[in-house]
């Protein structure tokens, strides 16, 4: 099968090896040089920001490493996967890629490493096993829906600080709030209304050991974590160690 090498322009400050342990390593594609699929145009960039113009390739064979390029980039629509490897370029090491013409290629709309959550940080709240964000309800105690991930104005939410290290999430299309109904009842569903300094709007941000959070509701005793069973809505239960409560904060 016929490969195609596509070279990176960049230089690394440190050699890196093959057989090396790998962590996330992420580049922004910025075009290509010539303007056909041969050389990539890359600047290495952090692992936690997706705009919604733009998708992650995870590059094929190379754990954590990825690519960040724009949705318009007609490279994106190529039945093609990329494939790292490392390759000494004297007193540098770059990497390249391959392209494999039989392979297939999928755009991640979410980013790779989970980022530091602070004040107006706009994110996407993901569920960690299904892939699926919370999208508002237009009506003030209308039950949250869910949907798979991807790039929509709707799945948009700002961060707004509550005080004590505790958050609202704003939707940018309608400025709606989670909530959940006192005395919560497990199972019940996680509604929104029009957002104001609501202590029922608050949630805490919970380490859940898989790099992400629990989103514990702060008004509810014992408290609620909101949960997807993959149905369209957003539920909750007593919080626990359950990974159905995981999600992340994508930020955009």
Same mark, same amino acid.
């Given at each position: ?14 050699? $890196? ?8 390593? #992420? ?9 056909? %699929? ?8 952090? #692992? =936690?920001?997706?705009?919604? =113009? ?19 980039? %007609? ?9 790292? *490897?490392?390759? @000494?370029?004297?007193? =540098? =090491? ?17 980013? /790779?490493?989970?980022?530091?959550? +602070?004040?107006?940080? !706009? ?7 299904? @892939? ?7 009506? @003030? ?7 798979? #991930?991807?790039?929509?104005?709707? $799945? ?11 958050? !609202? ?8 709030? %989670? ?10 569903? +996680? ?7 609501? /202590? ?13 959070? !629990? ?6 005793? %014992?408290?609620? #974590? ?19 409560? *995981? ?6």
């Amino acid at each position: 099968m016929r490969k195609i090498l596509v070279t990176i322009t960049m230089v690394f400050g440190v050699a $890196m090896f093959a057989n090396a342990a790998k962590a996330s390593q #992420c580049w922004q594609v910025n075009g290509w040089n010539p303007p056909a %699929p041969e050389v990539a145009v890359v600047t290495p960039i952090p #692992c =936690t920001h997706t705009p919604t =113009t733009q998708g992650w390739i995870p590059v094929g064979n190379e754990s954590g490493w990825y690519l960040r390029v724009a949705l318009n980039d %007609p490279h994106v629509f190529t039945p093609w996967v990329f494939h790292g *490897s490392v390759i @000494n370029m004297g007193t =540098t =090491t770059a990497p390249i890629f391959q392209w494999d013409p039989l392979g297939d290629q999928t755009i991640l709309p979410w980013s /790779p490493d989970q980022a530091t959550p +602070v004040a107006g940080m !706009r994110v996407r709240i993901r569920d960690y096993v299904r @892939n699926r964000c919370f999208t508002p309800n237009a009506t @003030n105690g209308g039950q949250i829906g869910s949907a798979p #991930c991807t790039n929509a104005a709707n $799945m948009v939410y700002t961060l707004v600080a509550a005080g004590g290290g505790k958050w !609202r999430f704003a939707s940018e299309q309608g400025n709606k709030c %989670p909530y959940v109904i006192l005395p919560a009842v497990n199972g019940g569903t +996680v509604r929104n209304w029009g957002c104001w300094s609501d /202590p029922n709007m608050a949630f805490g941000l919970e380490a859940d050991g898989l790099g992400g959070f !629990r989103l514990r509701h702060q008004a509810s005793s %014992p408290n609620q #974590c909101p949960y997807d069973p993959g149905t369209g809505l957003v539920h909750h239960w007593v919080c626990w160690n359950d990974f159905n409560m *995981s999600y992340r904060l994508d930020a955009i």
